[in-house]
């Protein structure tokens, strides 16, 4: 399990955690191991955390306009069914901000279809430009998915491509069920949302001073790590004021996914849950995550919790999947 925070302001780093769960081969039962490199040397599926990226990458293209709304119903693309976990069967109109509270899979499917210049016909195969991927990519490579974060620490991963470029796998990557991210690329993501738009690179190193002379002042001042913003996002503020509003709406909306995390907190924030599901050892497993910010109208910390092969069970999901 990973919990990663940063200041989305200056990417400093105030949580940095991981935490490994062993099988104790001396003593027997299991033992917990510290994994905090862990939070950018490994990447998994992060499930629906990305329908952001998503969302701001249709916009970006030209295939979504902001308060768009979607038919939400149970796909057939060639014979194989997909739908919303909050949708069954029925027939539910989602806006866009109805999408991210109530994480809509349906929703992302018609904007990779958009996207991949796709004709959807239930029951009917469907071609899609491979280069879809491309554009789904170089849009979330802004945010800092499946790229660099430019983190002052060695050995950092940035995820797994997938390489099939089938129609189901386009609609697999726009829920987050393709490529793999790291738990700090994850938390990198929501900070730049939470900064309007400003990437930032995330940091360890805040000063080197000399020593202590006299070990109650700080020594004098050898190096100073300068605020590295990486780029800005090419979406419009109205755009990410929407996307915002969704987030919004996952902690206090109606339907929200994640409505009863913050009750009688003291501050507010914005955030999306994440279920995916994985594939460890040749098992199929649920991993969790979660992304947000807080308070959410002058941010000042951006977290993700990421906890991956969390379930193995043959059927349904954790309880925790839904409000994580």
Do not use: C
């Not at 780093?13 to 027997?28: A, H, Y």
């Not at 038919?71 to 866009?96: A, E, H, M």
């Amino acid at each position: 399990a990973f919990i990663v925070m940063m200041d989305p302001k200056n990417g400093e780093l105030l949580s940095l955690v991981g935490k490994q769960l062993v099988r104790d081969t001396e003593k027997g039962g299991w033992k917990v191991l510290d994994y905090a490199f862990g939070t950018f040397t490994t990447s998994y599926e992060m499930g629906s955390t990305v329908k952001l990226a998503t969302i701001l990458t249709g916009y970006n293209e030209g295939v979504l306009n902001v308060g768009e709304t979607k038919i939400d119903q149970p796909l057939n693309v060639g014979g194989t069914r997909k739908r919303s976990l909050f949708n069954r069967n029925g027939v539910v109109p989602v806006n866009d901000i109805q999408a991210i509270e109530r994480s809509s899979n349906v929703y992302m499917f018609r904007i990779s279809f958009s996207l991949g210049g796709g004709n959807y016909v239930p029951g009917r195969a469907m071609r899609v430009d491979p280069a879809a991927f491309d554009v789904f990519r170089n849009n979330f490579a802004q945010f800092g998915l499946g790229v660099k974060t430019g983190i002052d620490l060695p050995s950092e991963a940035t995820g797994v491509k997938g390489t099939d470029t089938r129609t189901g796998k386009l609609m697999d990557f726009s829920i987050g069920q393709f490529d793999t991210y790291t738990a700090l690329q994850m938390a990198q993501y929501v900070a730049t949302i939470a900064n309007d738009g400003y990437r930032v690179a995330p940091r360890m190193v805040k000063q080197i001073r000399e020593p202590s002379p006299d070990g109650e002042h700080v020594g004098d001042l050898i190096h100073e790590t300068d605020i590295g913003v990486v780029n800005r996002l090419a979406n419009s503020d109205r755009e990410i004021e929407q996307v915002k509003k969704g987030m919004e709406a996952v902690y206090y909306g109606r339907n929200g996914t994640a409505r009863k995390v913050l009750e009688g907190a003291n501050y507010t924030a914005a955030g999306k849950t994440g279920t995916a599901e994985s594939f460890k050892d040749g098992r199929g497993t649920i991993s969790l995550s979660h992304v947000g910010y807080a308070p959410k109208d002058d941010p000042e910390v951006a977290y993700a919790v990421v906890v991956p092969h969390v379930w193995t069970g043959s059927y349904g999901y954790p309880p925790a999947a839904t409000d994580l």
